[in-house]
C-alpha cells in the first residue's frame, strides 16, 4: 500500500508540474529526494528536461582568429572585401565543427602578440612561425602544421642571382617577422653585406618599395613570395632555403584548453578529408602542410 501510495503522490506531482509550467529544475529535485526507490526512475525521466532548456538557451562561443590580412595565400582580404586564405578556411570549418562563432580580427604583426594579451583575438594563426622566446613568455603554441623556408624575392633584370650578390643592394623585409629576426640574428653577417635593411609594417609595402625600384630585394617567407610572383613575369624567387621555421598558432597563456579544442576540431577535419580539400585550393603550399604528410 506505501508504494502504490507513493507511486500515485508522484504521478499527481509530475502532472502538475506540466499543467502550471513550473521549471523542471526548481521542483524535481525536491521531490526526487522525498520520493522512495519505487518513484526514482519517474524522476530520473524528469531530469534531462531540466537539463536540456538552458543548454538551448545558451548562446555559442565567439573565437576571434587574429591574421595578418595581407599574407596570402595563408590570410588575406579578397576582391569581395572578406578574409580568405588556407588558414582562414580551416579556423572557419574548425569553428563550425565546434559550434562556435567565428570571427577575424586583423593584428598589426609587429605587435600581434601584444593585441594577443589585450584580448583582441583569442590567438594569433596566420603563417606565425612558432618561436623559443614565445614559449618562453608563456604563451601557449600548438604543434607546428607547416615547413617554412625565407627566400629573396628580386626582378628578373636586376642582376641578383644569390644571396652573395645582395652586398651594397637596398633589402626590404617585414617588421616583426622570423625574416627580421633572421637577419639581425643567425643571418647577421649577409645583413652587414648590405647597403641598408628597410623594415616595412606589411610585406605589401616590401613589395611596393620594390615595384618602384626604392629596393633591390625582398627577404620573404616563401609561399608569400611564390603567391605575389605567380602571373607576374617580372619577378625571380632566389630560393637558397635561408633559414627553415614552422608555422603554428599561438594562444594566451591561461588558454591552453581552447587550443586544445581547436587542435581536436582540426584533427577531425583532417580525418575527415575536409583538411585536405581545402589545400587543394591552394596547391602551392599543400607539400609543405604536415598534416598531410
Keep these: 500500500m506505501k508504494k502504490i501510495a507513493a507511486l500515485a503522490l ?8 506540466a499543467a502550471c509550467g513550473a521549471k523542471p529544475a526548481e521542483t524535481a529535485a ?15 525521466e524528469a531530469a534531462p528536461a531540466a537539463e536540456a532548456a538552458p543548454a538551448e538557451e545558451a548562446a555559442a562561443q565567439k573565437f576571434i582568429m587574429g ?10 582580404m579578397d576582391d569581395n572585401g572578406d578574409y580568405s586564405g588556407f588558414d582562414v578556411e580551416i579556423c572557419k570549418a574548425a569553428c563550425e565543427k565546434l559550434g562556435w562563432e567565428f570571427e577575424v580580427f586583423g593584428v598589426n604583426w609587429d ?31 600548438s604543434a607546428p602544421y607547416y615547413d617554412n623556408t625565407q627566400v629573396i624575392l628580386v626582378k628578373k633584370d636586376s ?12 633589402v626590404a623585409v617585414q617588421l616583426g617577422t622570423s625574416g627580421e629576426a633572421l637577419l639581425n640574428g643567425d643571418l647577421a653577417d649577409l645583413t652587414a653585406t648590405f647597403g641598408e635593411l ?41 630560393d637558397e632555403q635561408l633559414g627553415a621555421e614552422q608555422y603554428g598558432i599561438a594562444f594566451r597563456s591561461s588558454d591552453q584548453a581552447l587550443c586544445d579544442a581547436i587542435e581536436g576540431a ?27 604528410q
Design 111 to 141: 605587435e600581434k602578440l601584444i593585441q594577443l594579451d589585450a584580448g583582441e583575438c583569442d590567438c594569433v594563426w596566420s603563417g606565425m612561425t612558432l618561436l623559443d622566446s614565445m614559449a618562453e613568455a608563456g604563451y601557449v603554441l
Design 159 to 170: 642582376g641578383i642571382a644569390s644571396s652573395e650578390d645582395l652586398a651594397g643592394k637596398s
Design 266 to 292: 582540426v584533427a577531425e577535419l583532417v580525418a575527415d578529408g575536409t583538411y585536405a580539400k581545402i589545400a587543394d585550393n591552394y596547391p602551392d603550399i599543400k607539400n609543405n602542410l604536415l598534416f598531410l
Design 30 to 44: 525536491p521531490a526526487a529526494e522525498a520520493a522512495p526507490a519505487a518513484v526514482e526512475e519517474v524522476a530520473e
Design 198 to 238: 628597410i623594415t616595412c609594417d606589411s610585406f605589401l609595402k616590401c613589395f611596393t618599395e620594390l615595384d618602384g625600384d626604392a629596393v633591390d630585394a625582398v627577404f620573404v617567407d616563401a609561399p608569400v613570395a611564390k603567391a605575389y610572383a605567380e602571373g607576374k613575369d617580372v619577378y625571380t624567387i632566389i
Design 10 to 17: 508522484a504521478s499527481l506531482m509530475v502532472f502538475s508540474l
Design 67 to 76: 591574421i595578418d590580412a595581407e599574407y596570402p595565400p595563408f590570410s588575406y
